[in-house]
């Protein structure tokens, strides 16, 4: 069982800049696409980016490309989201999400391919 716990979240003004990070507790990360989606008050959960196992591989969401880098330190069993040039439409709760075992560990961009996830951490951007 793998459970991710993300960190980091917080309140922060239009055009700053937050990093959040993952951590797993149970078993290791290793070998498998990692993800973090986001859910605004009254909207379906959306994914934002994702990383594979190896992290060489990389994909965004439109809406924050140029603007979110995901990482991860597969040492460390950690996930990291960079987000720059925050606006309020980026304004959620952002979850980490395991993905399931794939021979290729390729990033995922669907919300059903992920086995686990963490509890959220909120953040908000004022205007």
């Known amino acids: 069982q793998v459970q991710p716990v993300e960190s980091g979240g917080g309140l922060v003004q239009t055009g700053g800049s937050l990093r959040l990070s993952c951590a797993a507790s149970?078993?290791?990360?290793?070998?498998?696409?990692m993800g973090w989606f986001r859910q605004a008050p009254g909207k379906e959960r959306e994914f934002v980016a994702s990383v594979s196992w190896s992290g060489v591989g990389t994909i965004y969401a439109d809406s924050v490309k140029g603007r979110f880098t995901i990482s991860r330190d597969n040492a460390k069993n950690t996930v990291s989201l960079q987000m720059n040039s925050l606006n309020p439409d980026d304004t959620a709760v952002y979850y980490c999400?395991?993905?399931?075992?794939?021979?290729?560990?390729?990033?995922?961009?669907?919300?059903?391919?992920?086995?686990?996830w963490g509890q959220g951490t909120q953040v908000t951007v004022s205007s």
């Open positions: 149970g078993r290791t990360f290793s070998g498998l696409a």
């Open positions: 999400a395991v993905a399931s075992w794939t021979p290729t560990g390729t990033p995922s961009r669907i919300a059903n391919e992920y086995a686990y």
